[in-house]
């Protein structure tokens, strides 16, 4: 089973930036993945995900502020996230899906489709 290790969650001022990074056991090259976020009282969203083919999909919420992507070399995903706002504060998790996948909409996909993820780490942004 595949293993995602996350790290880079801590605190930040609004308008900060933080780094998320989630480290895979296995090759990430053809693996779809994706971040979601999960805020006490609230449903788990996505927040940005990228499919096989390197198509990238983001929460209306998040765009122009965040971004994902993927080091294969490291067999890293990563999620940069910039002008954070208050309501950014969560605990946010990486996902990965078993074999491969390409998104065929504008939007991410529900959270039923990946197969493996991540023990989350919290994001606290303050205002």
């Known amino acids: 089973q595949v293993r995602l290790v996350e790290s880079g969650g801590g605190s930040v001022q609004a308008g900060g930036s933080l780094r998320l990074s989630c480290a895979a056991s296995e090759d990430t090259t053809d693996m779809g993945m994706g971040w979601f976020r999960q805020a006490p009282g609230k449903e788990r969203e996505a927040v940005a995900t990228?499919?096989?083919?390197?198509?990238?999909t983001y929460a209306d919420s998040v765009k122009g502020r965040f971004t994902i992507s993927k080091d294969n070399a490291k067999s890293t995903l990563y999620l940069q996230m910039n002008g954070l706002k208050a309501e950014d504060t969560a605990m946010y998790l990486c996902?990965?899906?078993?074999?491969?996948?390409?998104?065929?909409?504008?939007?991410?996909?529900?959270?039923?489709?990946?197969?493996?993820w991540s023990q989350g780490t919290q994001v606290t942004v303050s205002s």
């Open positions: 996902a990965g899906k078993e074999g491969r996948w390409w998104n065929l909409s504008s939007m991410p996909p529900a959270s039923s489709i990946f197969d493996y």
């Open positions: 990228i499919d096989t083919d390197d198509y990238t």
